[in-house]
């Protein structure tokens, strides 16, 4: 099926309406099984104690920022190579919720810091270029704002995306390409995951939850830009007529 199938707005919106209500109870139910096993069935870790509970919200925040981001690129590229119509209204409606990520990576990594590391912030290179992808976030939704022609704010928007991409890979080698505090992959290696699976499973199930909580927030954003430019053009087909 082709990705232009989806074009149609009216087509999309059904469509959305269907997913969203069974992404939305699936993100619920797995926050609460997720939770349920971080807080209650997982040991305390016998070094970092019950602090590493701060692990199963900050880890999945952290994929989701860049996973984020990795998708506003991707629908901003096809928003200016395929002129999709909903490409850029995905993008858009994708920022916020990846800022949000980020945002709470930063601060669960700082409250995760401060018993760790004795600071609440180090300027080494995952936590700079992580500092960076949210100024990438916002700035991306500052061009939207700044610019009205939806058509050139679009475009000017999603060049700032793909530029902004390098940093993604940044992000994810940092660790092993420079000296830094934070502590190395131990889930995405290629000898696989280097924590216990009394620990790794609750993560994996705190990241399909934070996936599903994604894909239904982004739905719900898309149908609502849909909704506000149909209001905008009949407010305009009013002032002509």
């Not at 919106?13 to 939770?35: C, F, H, K, S, Y």
């Not at 002129?83 to 916020?96: C, G, M, Q, T």
């Not at 940092?174 to 995405?188: E, G, K, R, Y």
Request: one cysteine or more; a positive charge; glycine letters at 6%.
């Amino acid at each position: 099926m082709s990705m232009h199938y989806f074009a149609n707005p009216a087509r999309f919106t059904r469509l959305a309406g269907r997913i969203q209500p069974w992404a939305g109870g699936l993100a619920a139910l797995l926050l609460l099984v997720g939770l349920y096993l971080a807080l209650v069935e997982v040991p305390a870790d016998y070094q970092q104690g019950d602090t590493v509970r701060i692990m199963f919200v900050h880890v999945p925040s952290a994929w989701m920022a860049m996973f984020c981001y990795m998708f506003l690129a991707g629908a901003s590229a096809v928003g200016l190579i395929w002129k999709h119509p909903l490409a850029d209204l995905a993008a858009k409606a994708s920022a916020p919720i990846g800022a949000g990520f980020t945002f709470l990576a930063l601060v669960t990594g700082s409250i995760w810091g401060k018993p760790m590391w004795g600071t609440w912030w180090v300027w080494d290179a995952r936590l700079t270029s992580v500092l960076i992808l949210f100024f990438l976030y916002l700035g991306y939704m500052a061009l939207w704002q700044a610019i009205e022609d939806s058509q050139k704010a679009g475009k000017a928007a999603a060049v700032l995306a793909l530029v902004g991409a390098v940093n993604v890979p940044i992000i994810k080698f940092s660790v092993d390409w420079w000296n830094t505090l934070h502590q190395p992959a131990s889930v995405l290696r290629m000898d696989g995951p280097a924590i216990h699976s009394s620990m790794l499973w609750p993560l994996l199930i705190m990241a399909l939850a934070f996936k599903a909580y994604f894909v239904a927030l982004l739905l719900t954003r898309m149908r609502m830009e849909l909704n506000l430019r149909r209001i905008r053009a009949l407010r305009l087909a009013e002032r002509t007529s």
